[in-house]
């Protein structure tokens, strides 16, 4: 029978190896090693895209902010995954629901072979995972936009990833987790990151409230203030993406390719299915259209990507693309202003990929490592999965929406953690009200002071520029840009 280990594991010790006796290295492959940690650097580059992609999408004087709260989330997050977050996830002694503190401060974790692969040592592990703990809240913490005070925001990072976040990943990949020893099939974060994401931004939008002028029925009058930066955020997320699903064989073999391949092409088909649906209505062909449309493509291929042959990851570019587009208009039923439809592309992304991932696991894509052995979904036979799927979103979304509620009513009653700011702050935006730096240089006059400009402005051609009145929209044509100084 052939090893997992490159040498067959014999560690004794409580960190796996005695490195003073011992070469600990000989027990896993260089190249598992090398492309776990590209992985993580790649997922690590995904965070910075988040914060790009949702600071285009809102208003310029909020921008900077929502930079700003995606680059904390780095922070506060890494230091709550070492201090006890990994332990409360992965500990080797987990039960079924949370671990325990038997690796706070990254106690004895070295060289033992991981939770999540016997292919990886315990640190590699962590410090990949820790990427994922990252990314959750920063994905959630854009719920805050225009008005969500940025300290608040902070102590909820790490409220957040200790007591929704870590319970979650823990029955999702902990093998002593419930929905693990149940047979749930999450790859790579379906629930942990994006329904639990989604779930948590939909409260976080209700508990803050409207936006000032927010109207039930169109929103706010006002387009994506910059696509370059949604472009950029894209592309860190597509690129960062590889590694995030990629890496989640947790080791370098065929498995990791078809991830891959399932995520490319789930993202590519995603994003022309959503330029298609704007198409219709409009009659252009939509930048925006195109990134939201790859991104709910990744998001619904993630859980599924390690387990589905790369056909589906078709099926689950168009159907996560269809479900996320349609779902956007899901707040003017609920009545929520979710300002940057983080609930329409996680939640309801994450959801589409768990139940497809029911219909299209197959056992030998699973067993492309060598080693794992799944019943498979509908493509097996192994009706029952879906069962399996549905119980999973359904505790996942439940679990943390209403945990983010409590823990939001909870901290709006502490002095100096209220979670809003206040009026004056929210008309001159969070970058000035609460980081005192900037996005831009200069600003528009127009995009800041309304849809409608009142007067004209004559261009060197003599034409005029105006604004287009009562649909909604700006043209972004015959602005006139001021220093912030002046404004």
Known sequence: MTSLYAVPYNGTTMTGCDSLTENCNIYYESGDIAWMLTSSALVLLMIPGVGFFYSGLARRKSALSLIWLSCMSVGVVTFQWFFWGYSLTFSHTANSFIGDLE??????????????????????FAIYQGMFAAITPALAI??????????????????????????????????????YKMGGLD?????????????????????????????DVSGLPYRPHNVTHIVLGTVFLWVGWFGFNGGSALAANMRAVMACVDTHLAASVGGVT????????????STVGFCSGAVSGLVAITPA???????????????????CNYATKLKYVVGVDDALDIFAEHGIGGIVGNLLTSFFAA??????????????????????????QLADCVTGFSYSFFGTCIILFLMNLIPGLSLRVSEEEEEVGLDEA???EF??????????????????????????????GGNGREEGVGEKSVPLESV
Request: hydrophobic residues 45%; neutral net charge.
């Open 103 to 124: 690796n706070i401060g990254f106690r004895n974790v070295l060289g033992a072979p991981s939770v999540g692969s016997p292919k990886i040592p315990d640190l590699l």
């Open 187 to 215: 790859f790579a974060g379906g629930t942990p990151v994006h329904i639990s994401s989604g779930a948590a931004a939909l409260a976080y939008s209700i508990m803050l409230g409207k936006r000032k002028g927010y109207s």
């Open 434 to 436: 609460q980081i005192g």
């Open 305 to 323: 990507s390690g387990f589905v042959p790369a056909w589906s990851a078709v099926i689950f570019g168009v159907v996560g693309a269809v479900a």
């Open 274 to 285: 959503w330029v298609l649906l704007d198409y219709r209505l409009e009659r252009k062909w």
């Open 363 to 388: 056992d030998y894509i699973a067993h492309l490592d060598g080693f794992s052995s799944i019943p498979g979904g509908w493509l097996n036979h192994h009706w029952i999965q879906l069962a399996y």
């Open 142 to 179: 854009g719920a805050a936009a225009d008005r969500g005070r940025m300290l608040p925001c902070i102590v909820f990072m790490f409220i957040w990833s200790t007591i929704i976040y870590d319970p979650i990943a823990c029955w999702t990949w902990n093998p002593a987790g419930w929905t």
């Open 439 to 468: 996005a831009y240089d200069y600003v528009e006059l127009r995009r800041e002071f309304g849809d409608v400009i009142f007067g004209r402005e004559e261009s060197d051609e003599g034409s005029v520029k105006r604004g287009n």
